[in-house]
């Protein structure tokens, strides 16, 4: 059948294995020093291993491949214990995977295995306070509270008003972000240069608010590529609405753009552009439809 399923580039593997704890499912391992896909019908083609890898070297890609088989992989997961279990039904869980989560679920009870009791309904875990994988590239999606639930800023002379954050996901970093990951499905995403909101003041009151987020340096980050291929990603998989790229005057940043322009070129779907520059003191220089 056709179908989402990893593909890991030879070449860009440096047989580094971080890859490997972000795929509970057991599809990816090392083998002759690099990493390889063991098994079409391990793999679930949600790529939550893509955020692990540092080269870039992995990348969704549609091709025939065997079918998913959700009680297989359970078969396997279930011998490396509770907090693999846990870490699988969490990623089952953020991605929606409903029908899969209920497979899973038949599989632990029809072999009279226990639901992980430390998976709390935010997908942290109570003793060691993360869910599987490292909590710095796990999918976590925040509920905003509404205005009116805050406390008002006080009005007398001299208080300074709280100034609320507008991040509803983690992680941020491009190349932490699963392209695929829920809380981008027909977003308005924002792709910000790293130095942005550090010299904005009204950055996530004006430009964040109602975005989904992504951070990356078009100068200092390696595996550009990956980031053409995410973005792409994200414009056909997840069904992006909008891309605005925010970027600082300085000609490095122009890259950003660029990257920009060539996923939305390889995309199958179109979708409209938006630039901001903002000079090094955080005001607003240009901002356009591109």
Not at 31 to 52: E, N, P, T, Y
Not at 224 to 241: A, F, H, P, R
Request: glycine residues 10%; contains cysteine.
């Amino acid at each position: 059948m056709l179908r989402d399923i990893i593909k890991i580039d030879e070449d860009k593997c440096t047989g580094c294995g971080l890859c490997i704890p972000g795929c509970p499912e057991g599809a990816i391992q090392l083998i002759d020093g690099k990493a390889r896909l063991v098994s079409d019908l391990s793999c679930d083609g949600l790529g939550a291993c893509l955020g692990h890898c540092p080269e870039g070297a992995i990348e969704i890609e549609k091709r025939e491949a065997e079918p998913y088989n959700e009680k297989a992989v359970m078969a396997n997961i279930v011998k490396a214990g509770a907090n693999t279990i846990a870490a699988h039904l969490k990623h089952l869980e953020d991605h929606g995977e409903n029908e899969y989560l209920a497979q899973a679920h038949e599989y632990l009870e029809e072999h009279g295995i226990e639901v992980p009791a430390q998976v709390q309904k935010d997908g942290t875990d109570e003793e060691h306070g993360c869910g599987g994988g490292c909590p710095g590239s796990r999918i976590m999606q925040f509920v905003k509270n509404n205005d009116s639930g805050r406390p008002a800023a006080s009005a007398a002379a001299g208080s300074v008003q709280e100034q609320v954050s507008e991040l509803t996901h983690w992680p941020v970093q491009l190349h932490l972000l699963n392209p695929r990951a829920p809380y981008l499905k027909q977003a308005d995403l924002l792709l910000s240069a790293d130095c942005v909101a550090h010299s904005v003041g009204n950055f996530h009151s004006k430009f964040l608010k109602g975005k989904a987020l992504a951070v990356a340096c078009p100068k200092l980050d390696s595996g550009l590529d990956s980031y053409v291929q995410k973005l792409t990603e994200m414009i056909d998989g997840s069904g992006i609405n909008t891309l605005t790229v925010m970027m600082m005057e300085v000609p490095c940043c122009g890259g950003l753009l660029a990257i920009a322009r060539q996923a939305a070129s390889a995309a199958s779907r179109k979708i409209p552009i938006k630039k901001i520059v903002v000079s090094i003191k955080g005001e607003l220089l240009s901002e356009e439809w591109v």
